[in-house]
């Protein structure tokens, strides 16, 4: 009896792990119909964006945009400053461009057109900030499958 709880409980943990790594990979275009741009609301409009998102690590961003634009990782400094020395990764100029978030933290992206950053084309994305909601579901579905897990141990 023992033994084969054991088992049922290794197959739920195993079903729980794969549903939570399942459900964190989402893709995120940066803007939403506002797409890449210079927003014509100022530099609110990434932000206000950015706050209604639950960014997790493993989800994909997607900078999509018409015109002369481009998009590139930077520091805070850079970011706060909207200089274009000192980037983190590799200026990308082609539409759409992706960018996976593979740590927590905040990131940061900016355009390096003309002077597009400081008129509010940037984005700032954190990872742990407002991710309760995905979490607290996973754990909650692992508890019901452990429960059920359990009843039919006790039925056996
Ligand atoms: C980018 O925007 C264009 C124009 O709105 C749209 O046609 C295209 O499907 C978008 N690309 C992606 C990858 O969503
Ligand atoms: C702006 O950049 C300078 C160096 O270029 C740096 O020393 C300073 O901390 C930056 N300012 C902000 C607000 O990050
Ligand atoms: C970025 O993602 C979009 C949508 O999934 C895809 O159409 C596009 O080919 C990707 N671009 C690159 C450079 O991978
Ligand atoms: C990210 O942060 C979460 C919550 O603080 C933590 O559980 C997780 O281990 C962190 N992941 C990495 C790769 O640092």
């Known amino acids: ?35 890449w741009k210079v927003p014509p609301g100022g530099p609110i409009a ?22 002369n634009h481009d998009v590139v990782k930077v520091s805070k400094s850079v970011f706060d400053n909207c200089t274009t020395t000192n980037v983190v990764g590799t200026v990308q100029s082609t539409s759409p461009a992706n960018f996976t978030l593979d740590a927590n933290g905040t990131h940061y992206f900016i355009c390096t057109v003309s002077n597009h950053c400081y008129f509010g084309q940037k984005v700032a994305v954190t990872i742990g900030d407002t991710g309760a909601a995905t979490p607290l579901a996973a754990t909650a579905f692992s508890v019901v499958l452990f429960a059920l897990a359990f009843s039919l141990f006790t039925s056996m």
């Open 1 to 35: 009896m023992a033994g084969g709880f054991g088992l049922i409980g290794c197959l739920v943990v195993v079903v729980a792990a794969v549903l939570v790594s399942g459900a964190s990979a989402e893709t995120h275009m940066v803007g939403d119909d506002l797409q």
């Open 46 to 67: 990434y932000s206000v964006w950015a706050d209604k998102q639950d960014f997790q690590i493993g989800d994909t961003l997607i900078f999509n945009w018409t015109g």
